[in-house]
């Protein structure tokens, strides 16, 4: 029995689909993540590669079962799969880019908008066949409404809290619950010693701190709402970067995709940072109207394979 094993590589998580031939699915795999920028690609490959593998061994597959290997590829050329060729030399391997995931994810292949955040954050237009996007600068430059900068600015909002320069907010004792510490020096030393952003536990911490900053949100907290509401005005304007300077329509559909409009959710509850992004939309794109339901991954993943094969249809 063979199988086909579909992959989204992130910063802070790969998730891996096992398919049957048929594009069912079989199971499902997580691991963490790897960033690119900040541990390499050589190690981005040995993390994928690992997760892939442990993938097909739970479902009860050999790398030999292994007939086709799709995903998102987390270097600029999605030709370059050598290293996925040489671990799966039976497979059929097909890389595709992140954009072209999550518009397939977030807009089921249809031309539009992808507002995304996850670790990073970026705003793509698809016109049908091809991404255009904008964003994606990391975190040297600042990936504005992504989860590491919600949860960077959380965390500098408590701080700002503990030593008087800033307002009060829930978030200086959701952080303090976090570190187990008690709100005073210790806890200052302790919170930058897990953060420090020139080493990649800062990138995970602050991705750790971003559902404290929706927590605080839902009850209200003012500083955290901030938070969410300039996250979501600022992936706007990049918006408004794609269709000024790349001349992409101001009208159409938009759909959102990565962990952060999945996060801060309980019995149905819309996701804060996707209902202020609507709002902000709404006042500045009023011809832009939001897809609500988003493939899940396996399934994007097995349509953009689809797709670049010419094998058929995997979305509807």
């Keep these: 029995m063979k199988c086909i094993l579909t992959f989204d590589l992130g910063g802070s998580k790969v998730y891996v689909g096992v398919l049957s031939l048929q594009g069912g699915l079989l199971g499902e795999y997580r691991s963490a993540g790897a960033n690119p920028v900040v541990q390499g690609e050589s190690r981005c490959r040995k993390v994928l590669l690992r997760a892939l ?16 290997v799709t995903g998102n590829a987390f270097q600029a050329d999605v030709s370059d799969d050598a290293f996925l060729r040489q671990a799966f030399p039976d497979a059929d391997v097909y890389l595709t880019s992140e954009p072209m995931l999550n518009a397939m994810l977030s807009l089921h292949g249809s031309a539009g908008y992808t507002f995304h955040s996850g670790t990073g954050s970026y705003v793509s ?16 430059y600042g990936d504005v409404g992504s989860g590491c900068e919600i949860g960077r600015l959380g965390v500098l909002a408590a ?8 307002e009060q907010t829930q978030l200086l004792g959701l952080l303090s619950q976090k570190c187990g510490v008690a709100e005073g020096e210790q806890f200052f030393d302790r919170v930058l010693k897990l953060a420090e952003p020139g080493i990649l536990r800062g990138a995970k911490y602050f991705c750790t701190v971003t ?12 500083v955290a709402c901030t938070i969410l509401r300039d996250s979501a005005r600022a992936l706007a304007d990049y918006c408004r970067v794609l269709m000024t300077k790349r001349a992409c329509p101001e009208e159409g559909i938009f759909g959102v995709s990565g962990g952060v409009f999945a996060a801060g959710t309980q ?29 899940p991954l396996w399934q994007a993943c ?8 010419g094998v058929g249809n995997a979305v509807e």
Excluded at 53 to 68: I, N, P
Excluded at 159 to 166: E, F, I, P, Q, V
Excluded at 302 to 309: D, E, K, P, V, W
């Design 53 to 68: 593998k442990k993938a097909a061994e739970s479902c009860g597959f050999t790398l030999g079962d292994v007939a086709v």
């Design 302 to 309: 097995y349509a953009c394979y689809c797709r670049g094969r």
């Design 125 to 140: 237009y698809f016109d049908g066949n091809e991404c255009t996007n904008y964003g994606g600068f990391g975190r040297t």
């Design 159 to 166: 701080l700002h809290a503990l030593d008087g320069s800033g």
């Design 211 to 222: 559902p404290l900053v929706f927590e605080a949100a839902r009850g209200g907290d003012a």
């Design 267 to 295: 019995g149905g509850e819309e996701n804060l940072l996707l209902h202020y992004l609507k709002e902000e939309l709404a006042q500045r794109f009023p011809k832009l109207s939001c897809r609500h339901d988003p493939l």
